[in-house]
């Protein structure tokens, strides 16, 4: 009699077994590039620095309504926007970033500044190509 009420259990139990499983196998690595570029957004080319290499990944938090000092990059960098919407501002030339874009900064692009225009704090990735002892940024 009990042997009755366990056989559906075992039924699904070990049925459950027979049913396709996904295999690790079948997923695959996704690479999507996100920019590609030997020039910054100022149109500048830019190139590397003598000195010991060093490369740094930042990521930058700008309150809503911030503005950034004007500033200078001594090094080339990535700029992944993550969340927000961003001013970019370059003399007459501006910008808009949003969630999901990405760009470059020439070591050559010259004095700019950037404001979180958007309605939540913005959140940047910044990869940077620099050598040892260089800031990031220098204030104008």
């Known amino acids: 009699m009990k042997f009755k009420k366990i056989i559906p259990i075992i039924y699904l139990l070990f049925g459950t077994l027979a049913l396709p499983q996904p295999s690790i196998a079948e997923e695959k690595i996704v690479v999507i590039p996100l920019i590609q570029s030997s020039k910054g957004l100022s149109g500048k080319n830019f190139n590397y620095l003598e000195g010991k290499p060093e490369l740094r990944l930042l990521k930058v938090k700008i309150p809503v309504g911030l503005k950034t000092p004007v ?3 001594p090094s080339p960098m990535l700029i992944h926007v993550t969340r927000g919407r961003l001013k970019h501002v370059r ?3 501006i910008n ?3 969630a999901g874009d990405a760009f470059i900064e020439s070591n050559n ?3 700019h500044y950037v404001k979180n225009v958007g309605k939540k704090p913005a959140i940047l ?5 620099s050598v040892v002892g260089m800031p990031t940024t220098i204030n104008k």
Do not use: C, Q, Y
């Open 71 to 73: 500033h200078t990059h």
């Open 91 to 93: 003399g007459e030339e």
């Open 96 to 98: 808009f970033f949003k």
């Open 109 to 111: 692009g010259g004095a």
């Open 125 to 129: 990735h910044v990869g940077v190509v």
